[in-house]
């Protein structure tokens, strides 16, 4: 079957629940099970970040992130819209095979399977405390929550902020009772499996950053004497765009800026309780956004900076996402790496790290602990395949990134949006067979496909062997490799 893996031996016991007395001069005494924390934001642009050219707000944690290890300037997500992205990450699979596309819906029957293994799963296999914090967005029914996929404790909400019924067209009218979005019903949070709130309002939604930062710095600091695996899903800067009356206008950008500053903030949270444990050099952080901003809304949008288009595309700039990589000793400091890797590659890698077995079912990435211990090979062996919904619509090797004919949506030429109000898209855009040298020409502008000719051979044959394997829409290929996801059961 394409892309198989190679088991890596593992260790399946628990840990001891004996621990010594820790101070922040003392390393922890799990040192062969070290802490993993994943920072995962919604809709952050690929130059979101001041080391990556933040233009108008700062995040000085994240600068301090990537001065203090490694930033990884061609890091890609799995499919460029919202729970694709997320299953992607938590399974180490591209999530058209796991029959996960888009973004789940308020009223959607289906979710994550309890057949896959997540990365929490994985890291309580080998005695972690597992606490997932923010926006889930892989099933909103009790079996699909996060509590039923391996995390010991889970506060947040089941899908997008936007996905609620003041927003996101209605948000500025006067009556927004009257003007509610038809579709949505009210949106809720979670702890565990409990609603803990079943009406989400604005000034709720002011707090989520700060909220769900508190809470990933207390489960570190409660957790400080075990292995544990903290995944903090911050649900902005997804519009709309909240933050606390005392953040407004802290940014020159405006409320975009203001938000990014307070997500930078909620990082700085969780890396002060590491410092103050102790933990810090015993630690794996990696900080990463789901897929690229959500350009029509203008002011209300991060910024791609040098690369084509956004979210919902499979352009560079819809799939090449921030990632940033600390882990004291370990990783290099103050590196960037152009070397492509992907979402699908955290878990085997982190697999490898805490001596976990891999999942009994195929998975699609590789380790890539030699790419972050300072080597320059993509784990992938250089191939990368990107997906929007049943659509195989590009394929990456090396230097080269070879589109396939599709349609997509297209700002360019378009009046974006403003103040939370969106602009339209052309959704009519298309793009042939076309050819990019991605080290020459970041932006995609310039098709190469008539000079090289082998090269388009090569990567449509790439092509045609996942197709195969996954299956593709476009030309109504039925794969072998996929799996159902999970399913509500008949009423």
Same mark, same amino acid.
């Given at each position: 079957m394409f892309n198989r893996h190679l088991l890596f031996v593992a260790a399946t016991s628990v840990a001891c629940g004996c621990h010594a007395v820790q101070t922040e001069s003392v390393a922890p005494v799990h040192a062969d099970r070290p802490n993993v924390v994943v920072i995962f934001t919604d809709d952050q642009g690929w130059a979101d970040i001041g080391t990556q050219g933040a233009v108008g707000f700062d995040t000085p944690n994240l600068d301090r992130l990537a001065a203090e290890g490694t930033r990884f300037s061609n890091f890609y997500v799995a499919q460029p819209v919202c729970s694709a992205s997320r299953m992607a990450l938590l399974t180490g699979c591209y999530p058209n095979r796991l029959g996960m596309h888009g973004a789940i819906g308020p009223t959607a029957k289906h979710g994550i399977s309890a057949e896959e293994v997540t990365l929490a799963e994985l890291c309580r296999s080998r005695g972690y405390a597992t606490g997932m914090f923010g926006k889930w967005h892989l099933g909103y029914q009790e079996q699909f929550l996060p509590v039923n996929h391996g995390f010991d404790e889970s506060y947040g909400i089941p899908y997008s902020n936007d996905m609620w019924p003041w927003h996101p067209a209605y948000a500025h009218f006067s009556d927004p009772v009257e003007k509610r979005k038809k579709g949505y019903p009210d949106l809720f949070t979670f702890e565990g499996a409990?609603?803990? %709130?079943? !009406?989400?309002?604005?000034? %709720?939604? !002011?707090?989520?950053?700060? %909220?769900?930062?508190?809470?990933?710095?207390?489960?570190?600091?409660?957790?400080?004497?075990e292995p544990f695996f903290l995944y903090l899903a911050n649900p902005l800067p997804h519009v709309p765009l909240f933050t606390r009356e005392e953040s407004v206008g802290r940014s020159e950008q405006g409320r975009y800026g203001d938000v990014m500053e307070e997500v930078d903030e909620s990082v700085g949270k969780v890396l002060a309780a590491l410092d103050e444990e102790g933990l810090a050099e015993n630690t794996l952080v990696i900080y990463m956004s789901d897929n690229g901003p959500w350009l029509n809304y203008g002011n209300h949008a991060g910024s791609v900076g040098p690369l084509r288009e956004g979210k919902g595309t499979t352009f560079e700039g819809g799939v090449r996402v921030p990632c940033l990589l600390r882990f004291p000793g370990r990783v290099p400091v103050g590196r960037v790496s152009d070397t492509p890797w992907m979402t699908i590659d955290v878990l085997p890698t982190v697999a490898e790290l805490i001596g976990a077995a891999l999942p009994p079912l195929e998975i699609d990435g590789r380790s890539a602990w030699d790419l972050w211990e300072g080597g320059d090979s993509s784990p992938q062996e250089a191939y990368f395949f990107y997906y929007h919904t049943n659509n195989l619509e590009a394929v990456r090797a090396g230097k080269w990134k070879l589109h396939f004919p599709h349609g997509y949506r297209s700002m360019v030429g378009q009046e974006p949006g403003a103040d939370g109000s969106p602009g339209q898209y052309n959704y009519g855009a298309e793009t042939g067979l076309v050819l990019f040298d991605l080290e020459r020409d970041i932006g995609e502008a310039h098709d190469v496909a008539l000079a090289n000719p082998e090269v388009v051979s090569r990567l449509s044959r790439l092509g045609d062997e996942m197709r195969a394997e996954l299956g593709d829409a476009l030309t109504e290929t039925v794969g072998v490799g996929n799996r159902e996801p999970g399913r509500m059961p008949p009423e």
């Open positions: 409990e609603h803990v %709130d079943e !009406m989400v309002t604005a000034e %709720d939604q !002011m707090n989520f950053t700060t %909220d769900f930062g508190d809470r990933a710095a207390s489960f570190v600091r409660e957790h400080k004497d």
